[in-house]
């Protein structure tokens, strides 16, 4: 099993859905996870830290659950700027040892 | 968050040729990373480059292919020696604004390498 497993996509989504995302862990230990957002040929950029009790910033939500070992960014009222590639990123145990998916792709389309 | 300019943002080089990626940081970091990015492959970490000392090589890169200096707080290189057109891909100096558990890692520009 990969450490980081991420469907690929690409999800094709109408502006104005909501689109969810899983992404699954094999280290139980892992201790911190992230959402990044990678546009095409562009550098990844966090988009936010998932925490334990699940947190929202504005259209996107993300969430853990620990004994599934999976975490979910879930994106209301897709915006065509939303279009990117977004890896889930988990820190694996060691200290700044974080483990990338190979994202995935999200197309909005008007 | 942080200032991170890498260059060069991309480059097309021979085979057997060496090429050397510069990252500065506009401010003091403790924790600096190159990654690789291979066409549809997730981000790989090469190695942690150490301030002072040579750097933490991650499993299936070496020095002498990949050799890094880390000369001060701010600034770090990365040189992909003897390329092969196997090492084309996307390479990422990358820092980390927060310790603990809590890391973050904010990522330069990336340089787009071609080997033919």
């Known amino acids: 099993r990969k450490e980081v497993e991420q469907d690929p996509g690409p999800f094709n989504v109408p502006e104005g859905a909501t689109v969810a995302f899983n992404c699954t862990y094999s280290?139980?230990?892992?201790?911190?996870f992230f959402w990044y957002r990678q546009d095409c040929r562009k550098e990844p950029k966090l988009l936010m830290s998932v925490y334990s009790s699940g947190n929202e910033d504005g259209r996107f939500t993300a969430q853990l659950n620990r004994a599934s070992q999976y975490i979910s960014l879930l994106i209301r009222d897709s915006k065509l700027s939303d279009s990117a590639t977004y890896l889930c990123?988990?820190?694996?145990?060691?200290?700044?040892?974080?483990?990338f998916g190979k994202g995935t792709m999200l197309l909005v389309s008007p | 968050s942080a200032v991170i300019s890498q260059k060069p943002s991309r480059d097309i080089c021979q085979r057997g040729t060496s090429l050397t990626i510069q990252c500065q940081v506009d401010?003091?970091?403790?924790?600096m990373f190159w990654y690789r990015q291979q066409p549809g492959q997730s981000l790989t970490l090469i190695a942690t480059?150490?301030?002072?000392?040579?750097?933490?090589?991650e499993s299936g890169f070496v020095i002498d292919k990949f050799p890094i200096s880390r000369p001060n707080l701010t600034f770090s290189t990365l040189t992909v020696s003897n390329m092969s057109p196997e090492d084309s891909s996307i390479y990422l100096c990358?820092?980390?604004?927060?310790?603990?558990?809590?890391?973050?890692?904010?990522f330069g520009s990336g340089t787009q390498l071609s080997v033919l």
């Open positions: 480059a150490n301030q002072g000392s040579e750097a933490t090589y």
């Open positions: 280290n139980s230990a892992s201790q911190s």
């Open positions: 990123v988990v820190n694996r145990g060691g200290y700044s040892t974080l483990t």
């Open positions: 401010s003091q970091v403790t924790m």
């Open positions: 990358s820092v980390e604004l927060s310790a603990g558990t809590n890391e973050k890692l904010f």
